[in-house]
């Protein structure tokens, strides 16, 4: 456009969808891409989510999770991949760990603050890598009781 | 794909620890009787133990323990290490440092690494008691790494803060979660790297984000449950005392920063804890916030019984070159005097007079200070520093300091003080920049030397403001310095050497390259009768800051636990 700095060309559609999939433009998915999805409320005090492992694609969905509020997360993983994988899963206390055979699912109890987000991944191989890596985003502020003691200051 | 039926169960997720061979599960219960009344004379009582982070209330970073000492230093060989690694994406993972000062009580080690790790350790096997891991947010706002300086120990309870402004409480048994509570908002930028400190019955914390725009404050907490007892601001709100050296327009005191990221030193019998603060905000752009700053740059005499600011002493007023005050001020005596010694980044060592903050003696502790001068009396001249927008200005010392957060030392028995020395220069170009929340704020771009830099181990007589001894190398100083009774003074640097000094001499006895660079507080302690040197290595944190010419240096994951041949 003119009076601006062109620094990037245009990327063409199919160099978009190759970022996403398995041995496209890259060797794996481009981390931080997929789909989001939103933990539930459970009337057991839990939020409640599921996080597949999709056939050959090695990738969690949905690939973004987001928490209302911090606090604890049941997390129901399945794996429809005909491979084995894994996760590490951020927890308070200690990270949460689970095997995946090939077809099975299991869950994991997280128990997380917020605001803010976390990683987590399959470590075997280097499937965190080729995109088995996974963000859990905690919304929300912290307590009033916590925050600073001045007017309210703008944000980005 | 398989149908719902045929799914295999995999379970429930384990703690991941379970899956480390050697994880013992649970430590002998030695914590439960340390209390205020120990920690108050522990270095005296139970020189076998460090049971609070300087080793003592008074910041003195030293040890009545001998046997390894002058002559059979030569001697000093790893008994153990314990190393850890870490698994998957953690926030500033390419700044992360083993910053800690290991506590030990009765042969249980307890220390605390970064993002959020806390380890109980066999202080004489270095086998792993217990883990606990604080899941840490990727996207907290960490001006200079992902690091902790250490934990506090008292009533059977280990006491960590938390990458995102959490203080938590933990079974000293078993790590197992007692309490947890909030004292920072990582919205606003905040966050916590500093180590608790024990007095009476309280916790007591301090937030970080004096890079951010935040109110520094420190917090006390009850031990027992967690509840608040107290917060100090370091700032004034307007019409508070000190609130007078803020513009007395707009909001800068709101943003003002004045943290207090570093571990306080304590007196008990005048009853008062010595805060240092870090540098106002923003860094390096004073035309918005005219005025001395309060209580910025300063030590912050407060009553811990209610959390109200006694007496103050600034060490640098209107602070443009981001020289925190945040190091210790170690407490001894002096012709029957109590007194106070600090090394600040401006590059001046200030003997203070601790009963009421007044000045005794300032004297300057690099070679080259061009940022301005401090004469005899305290009166601070500025002579060159960030003013004009867009133009660039060269200084020493850099905003790291002629002495980084990393501790000096005192002995009583050579009265000397042994300070870690970093002369590196800077540029910093002012840029001025509007404040949002979580967004650095600056008000400048910095550029520190990677040429012409020098570091050294000095030992200086408070009594006169003399250098006695100076170790020199080409590498500035940025790892804690340890003196003890057996004559010694030990330290590392940033190319991975870790070094023992005969105290009166400086005379190099011993050295020992652990493969990362240093910069944490060693401690010493004793289990069995025999003596040792426990030292976390692990290089990194804001090195761009402090040493841009080791960015390559390689990071660490280790601690050395050093002795003498059984």
Redesign the interface.
């Known amino acids: 456009m003119e009076g601006e700095t062109r620094v990037t060309a245009t990327v063409d559609e199919s160099v978009m969808e190759g970022l996403a999939k398995q041995n496209g433009v890259t060797l794996g998915r481009v981390l931080g891409r997929g789909n989001v999805g939103m933990a539930e409320e459970g009337s057991d005090g839990k939020m409640h989510a599921t996080v597949r492992i999709p ?1 050959d694609e090695l990738v969690f969905d949905p690939g973004v999770l987001i928490l209302p509020h911090a606090g604890d997360l049941e997390l129901e ?4 991949d005909n491979n084995s994988h894994c ?23 997280l ?11 399959s ?1 075997t191989g280097n499937d ?1 890598g080729r995109g088995l ?1 996974g ?1 859990i985003v ?1 919304t929300g ?3 009033d ?7 309210p ?4 | ?2 149908t719902e039926t ?12 379970n ?1 480390s061979p050697g994880y013992v599960g649970n430590a002998p219960d030695v914590a439960k009787g340390v209390n205020y009344d120990r920690i108050l004379k522990a270095r005296e009582a139970e020189p076998h133990n460090w049971l609070t982070y300087y080793g003592g209330y008074d910041g003195q970073r030293y040890s009545l323990l001998d046997q390894i000492n002058t002559s059979n230093v030569k001697d000093l060989k790893p008994a153990w290490v314990f190393q850890c690694g870490s ?4 926030s500033g993972a390419s700044t992360y440092s083993f910053e800690a000062s290991p506590l030990v009580v009765d042969g249980v080690m307890y220390v605390t690494g970064w993002d959020g790790w806390m380890w109980a350790l066999d202080a004489k096997t270095g086998a792993e008691l217990w ?5 840490s ?4 706002s960490l001006c200079c790494g992902n690091v902790n300086r250490g934990c506090a120990v008292a009533d059977g309870k280990v006491f960590m803060a ?1 990458l ?3 203080v938590t409480a933990l079974d000293a048994k078993t ?3 007692v309490w947890d509570q ?7 930028g ?1 966050s916590a790297t500093v180590a608790p400190l024990i007095v009476k019955d309280m916790v007591i914390v301090g937030s970080s984000g004096g890079e951010f ?3 520094g ?1 420190a917090d006390a907490f009850k031990l027992e449950t967690g509840e ?1 007892v107290w917060r100090c ?1 370091m700032v004034p ?1 307007p019409g508070q005392p000190g609130s007078e050296t803020w513009p007395a327009d707009g ?1 800068a005191w ?2 003002g920063g004045g943290n207090c990221w570093i571990t306080p030193t304590y007196d008990e019998e005048l009853n008062l804890l010595y805060f240092n603060t870090g540098n106002p905000c923003p860094d390096f752009d004073g035309g918005v916030r005219e005025g001395d700053n309060l209580f910025t740059d300063s030590v912050v005499a407060v009553d811990p019984d209610t959390g109200e600011i006694k007496s103050h002493y600034q060490y640098t007023p209107h602070d443009v070159w981001d020289y925190d005050s945040t190091m210790e001020n170690i407490l001894f005596e002096m012709d029957g005097r109590k007194c106070s010694g600090h090394f600040d980044k401006n590059g001046y060592f200030f003997i203070l007079d601790r009963t009421d903050c007044s000045l005794i003696r300032v004297v300057p502790f690099v070679d080259r200070i061009t940022w301005g001068e401090i004469d005899s009396n305290g009166k601070v001249t500025a002579r060159v520093f960030p003013d004009k927008e867009g133009d660039p200005v060269h200084f020493w010392p850099g905003p790291a300091g002629a002495k980084e957060w990393t501790h000096a030392a005192y002995s009583p028995k050579t009265g000397l003080f042994y300070c870690p020395v970093q002369d590196v220069g800077a540029t910093a170009t002012r840029r001025r920049r ?6 650095p704020y600056w008000g400048a771009g910095v550029a520190v030397d990677t040429e012409d830099v020098s570091g050294y181990v000095s030992a200086f007589d408070p009594a006169t403001g003399q250098e006695k001894w100076r170790f020199t190398q080409e590498h500035p100083m940025t790892a804690s310095v340890l003196a003890t009774a057996g004559g010694l003074v030990l330290t590392g640097g940033p190319a991975g050497k870790y070094w023992a000094f005969n105290d009166t001499t400086g005379e190099l006895l011993w050295e020992f390259s652990c493969g990362s660079g240093h910069h944490s507080s060693p401690s010493t302690y004793s289990v069995d009768g025999r003596q040792y040197i426990a030292v976390p290595v692990g290089y990194g944190a804001w090195t761009e800051g402090f040493y841009p010419g080791a960015l390559a240096q390689a990071g660490g994951a280790a601690l050395f636990a050093f002795a003498l041949p059984e």
Not at chain 1, 111 to 121: A, E, H, K, S
């Open positions: 056939l993983i399945i794996n429809d996760a590490v899963l951020p927890s308070n206390g200690d990270s949460k760990f689970i095997w995946l055979v090939n077809f099975s699912k299991g869950t994991a109890t128990q997380l603050d917020g605001p803010g987000y976390y990683w987590y991944g470590r965190e890596t963000t905690v502020e912290v307590p009781e916590a925050k600073l003691d001045r007017p200051q703008p944000r980005p | 794909m398989a045929e799914y295999v169960d995999a379970g429930e997720a384990v703690d991941f620890r899956l698994v998957g994406m953690h883990r606990y891991h604080r899941a947010p990727y996207d907290v938390t995102n402004a959490h790590g197992a979660l909030v004292f920072g908002d990582v919205r606003a905040e725009g935040v109110r404050h608040r601001y709100e909001e709101a943003r509007d404040f949002k929340e979580s967004i």
